[in-house]
């Protein structure tokens, strides 16, 4: 049974750059929440995607965002790359829009703006 | 708003124990989680407290105040391989996912 998984490990770009970044959830899970880690820090809340909608969104400008597919996966964008979007992005995933209390987390991507 | 409190940083002696302690003030509550995240990882699940009162699993404890914004994460008898970050997040709301995270305390447990 494949967990969550993210590509690619690690990216980096310039600033100004665009990136789109990928996940896959766990089998069976149908919604996925997109969280930024900067070092040091905890998660802050990106957006949630269940049904290809975004049903969710924390406090991130429009620079960020996402896509689910049909088959669940899930892609977030990035757009004129600061420095400051320099973090691990984790994708987590979960079944039934939030109705389950359980998420599992991705390995992440390690994003590294210059 | 939402506001997740805890401790930047603890040390701990192996087959000790451990207690860190979150405070909380959000919007709505719809459960508490602790979470373990090794440098470079994903953050694994703990415990998931919804009611008031004590949730053990195995080394692991986690307990919950509603009324009083807290919850703690006891770690008992202590391993060099519990040497992480522990998060605090909750869940504000009634649907959804979205979950707000403390900043994480990082626990070093030492021989």
């Known amino acids: 049974d494949a967990g969550v998984t993210q590509s690619p490990t690690h990216l980096i770009k310039t600033r100004g750059q665009q990136v789109t970044l990928r996940c896959s959830p766990k089998s069976g899970h149908d919604t996925v929440s997109w969280y930024q880690q900067a070092l040091g820090q905890g998660p802050q809340f990106i957006f949630q995607?269940?049904?290809?909608?975004?049903?969710q969104r924390g406090n991130f400008p429009d620079r960020f965002s996402g896509h689910q597919f049909p088959n669940y996966s899930s892609e977030l964008n990035v757009n004129a790359l600061l420095l400051g979007d320099s973090a691990l992005y984790l994708c987590a995933s979960s079944l039934g829009g939030g109705l389950a209390y359980e998420q599992y987390f991705g390995p992440g991507t390690r994003l590294t703006v210059t | 708003g939402q506001n997740i409190d805890q401790p930047t940083e603890m040390t701990a002696t192996e087959g000790a124990i451990v207690q860190i302690n979150c405070t909380y003030q959000t919007s709505g509550f719809n459960g508490l989680f602790w979470y373990q995240q090794h440098a470079g990882e994903a953050p694994t699940f703990l415990s998931y407290?919804?009611?008031?009162g004590l949730e053990e699993k195995g080394r692991f404890s986690s307990f919950l105040s509603r009324s009083k914004g807290y919850s703690y994460l006891l770690l008992k008898e202590l391993q060099m391989k519990d040497s992480a970050s522990y998060l605090c997040a909750v869940r504000g709301e009634a649907a959804g996912n979205k979950l707000t995270f403390g900043g994480g305390t990082r626990v070093l447990v030492k021989p």
């Open positions: 407290n919804v009611l008031d």
């Open positions: 995607y269940y049904e290809e909608e975004e049903r």
